[in-house]
């Protein structure tokens, strides 16, 4: 217990004091009675009013109590220099008179506590007036230390006894968990390292995407390795005083020392450890400070202790080379998002101890999420046990699980959005567009769900069978931008008409086309070059322009080449569609009447056959959905998440 937390109960003990002591005294003192004159009191004991009298334990006190039993009791005082015998004898009373009038007179035994109560009742206004005046001075002196301690780490340590996370509760990034393991192994047994000469690395970098489990391996380090755990944020450090960065960073590292063997866990690096000399307001700022201070305490004098630093960031690009350097960031583990394997363990994790019924399959669920992180498999488990709970079922069954994902991915259903008539009918054929020109294409994905319900901001939705693939090829872009224009393609021969309900996919389309033109070098007119060199600003994190780095004819050259890609890929659309036109109208008004088309039911029209009864998607996958504006518009288009390969774009 702190001294202010003393200082409290202090306070709070003298109050509970007199109130204790002023309650003691009411109840001690009874109702007063009526204050009767000695001469009073003679002339009553003569009539013969008189039953008793009782003498206080001082002796100047007389309580009187009548022989009518209706008559309240009597109070008289008596001079302190006699007793009662003698005042009432001035007044004519004689033993003789008491004897005769039956007046019975006794003493009561003075009380012990009156002395104390009198000494609490001097004392004790002073004793508040004392504790209030140092109850202030407290608080001057907490506001002053608390003044002082804004150099302090703010860094929470654990000790490991209590592990909530292990390794266990991680999946999905065996080769991260691997390194981990290893430093984990070094602080139980270094022993074994060093007899080989072995140097454990001082700094162990996290690198992913955000919700790959950056933070959850730290956590599964902490639970693992049985040293003490310091955690801190990045942007802890820095406030508004200048300093405290640096002396935080000093004292860390110092409870660190003492700690020896321990592990330090900054969490967002990239908050402090931006490159330097990028500052707004100048090459010496605060964050530099900082930085500068983290560089030397990670390898500089005095730093040959086992203390391991542990740091997670999704800006790699931005950090300072000195904190990169083999030293202080020995190792740099990716967390990449994971595969099909992966999401099946991450899924096998979450599921764990939940009730699930029979018919749920964990490895369709991985297949049907690609490109989701252990954030969003977390996140998809607990809508569908939120959904499950919801229609009262006893156990989490395969449905919620697919509706689920949709629900991540997009959004839940918005069946109470009103449309008209003409504007289902146009997000109809619009979908139904997409669905026939990616199924009609060697290299498009494969349809996998049609949809006019409006979900999110999407009007309609077609999701495809997506993958894991890496790489793409020429002809699959291809296959993209067309499929991405089937929907205005079929407006365009339908209604004669064409709506905004393209507009996302017209963008899509154009980046995908010029980073085929610019980056991919997927063009035979332009060459095998890169054209365009993107600037960042490092302290802000964002890309502010693109350096031309090539003449303007070649500017336009570039954008026919673009310009002849898509209207490639269109006429290509429309020669589908309008061979097609027959099936075209099939699905778009089986669409308006049943709102969703599966897949089986999607082919079984198309091939004219009788589709399956079940509704539940061949093969085990599920889409990847297309985002759709109001209109019914599809296709979105996002680079993978590889951290060490030039951006390449794939379907979402």
Not at 178 to 200: N, T
Not at 219 to 228: I, N, Q, R
Request: proline fraction near 6%; glycine fraction near 10%.
């Amino acid at each position: 217990m702190n001294s202010t937390k003393l200082t409290r109960w202090f306070i709070y003990l003298l109050i509970g004091v007199a109130i204790v002591a002023i309650v003691w005294s009411r109840n001690a003192a009874g109702p007063t009675p009526e204050e009767l004159p000695i001469s009073q009191l003679a002339q009553q004991i003569k009539g013969g009013e008189i039953d008793r009298l009782e003498v206080s334990g001082d002796g100047r006190e007389v309580k009187v109590i009548y022989k009518d039993p209706g008559s309240l009791p009597g109070h008289a005082l008596i001079s302190p220099v006699s007793s009662l015998e003698e005042s009432l004898s001035n007044y004519g009373v004689t033993p003789e008179i008491y004897t005769a009038q039956g007046v019975i007179i006794s003493y009561e035994r003075p009380s012990q506590w009156g002395g104390l109560l009198n000494l609490v009742g001097i004392f004790l206004p002073a004793l508040l007036i004392v504790g209030f005046i140092y109850f202030i001075l407290r608080q001057a002196q907490g506001t002053n230390n608390q003044a002082l301690s804004f150099g302090k780490s703010r860094a929470r340590m654990f000790t490991g006894d209590h592990p909530t996370v292990s390794f266990e509760d991680v999946a999905g990034a065996d080769e991260a968990k691997e390194e981990l393991e290893e430093i984990v192994e070094f602080l139980k047994e270094p022993d074994k390292f060093v007899s080989f000469g072995a140097r454990i690395p001082k700094g162990v970098l996290l690198v992913g995407s955000p919700g790959t489990g950056k933070t959850l391996l730290a956590k599964a380090v902490s639970g693992e390795a049985g040293v003490p755990f310091f955690s801190i944020a990045g942007s802890e450090f820095v406030e508004m005083f200048v300093g405290v960065g640096a002396s935080r960073v000093r004292d860390l590292f110092e409870q660190a020392k003492r700690h020896s063997p321990c592990i330090i866990f900054i969490d967002e690096i990239d908050a402090v450890g931006r490159q330097r000399g990028a500052g707004l307001g100048g090459s010496h700022d605060e964050r530099e400070q900082t930085l500068n201070q983290i560089l030397v305490e990670m390898d500089g004098f005095g730093t040959d202790t086992h203390v391991i630093i542990l740091a997670a960031t999704n800006r790699p690009d931005i950090l300072d080379p000195a904190l990169m350097r083999p030293g202080r960031f020995d190792r740099r583990v990716v967390i990449d998002r994971p595969d099909v394997r992966g999401r099946e363990a991450i899924f096998r994790v979450h599921l764990r101890g939940k009730p699930l019924s029979s018919s749920v399959d964990i490895t369709v669920l991985a297949k049907a999420t690609p490109g989701f992180v252990g954030a969003d498999i977390e996140n998809t488990v607990n809508e569908a046990a939120l959904l499950a709970a919801r229609r009262n079922k006893k156990n989490i069954g395969m449905g919620e699980l697919q509706e689920a994902i949709e629900r991540v991915q997009l959004g839940p259903e918005r069946k109470s959005r009103i449309m008209t008539a003409e504007e289902k009918e146009i997000t109809a054929y619009h979908e139904a567009g997409h669905a026939l020109v990616s199924h009609f294409l060697p290299h498009a994905q494969s349809v996998r769900k049609i949809t006019i319900i409006p979900r999110g901001m999407a009007g309609g939705v077609t999701w495809y069978l997506d993958d894991d693939n890496l790489f793409y090829s020429r002809s699959k872009f291809k296959a993209v931008i067309a499929t991405a224009l089937g929907g205005r393609v079929a407006e365009e021969i339908v209604f004669g008409e064409i709506t905004t309900g393209a507009s996302n996919d017209l963008q899509h389309v154009t980046k995908l086309a010029r980073s085929m033109v610019t980056q991919y070098g997927m063009s035979d007119e332009m060459g095998l070059r890169v054209y365009g060199d993107k600037q960042e600003l490092v302290f802000l994190g964002r890309e502010i322009s693109e350096q031309r780095d090539y003449s303007d004819a070649i500017a336009e050259q570039i954008d026919k080449e673009v310009r002849e890609i898509i209207d490639a890929e269109y006429v290509r659309a429309h020669e589908i569609l309008q061979e097609n036109r027959d099936k075209l109208d099939l699905i778009a008004r089986t669409l308006l009447e049943v709102e969703t088309l599966e897949a089986e039911e999607f082919v079984a029209l198309i091939e004219g056959t009788v589709p399956p009864s079940s509704s539940t998607p061949s093969g085990g996958q599920s889409p990847k959905p297309s985002k759709a504006e109001p209109g019914g518009q599809v296709s979105t288009w996002k680079p993978p998440s590889s951290l060490d390969l030039p951006p390449a774009p794939s379907p979402a």
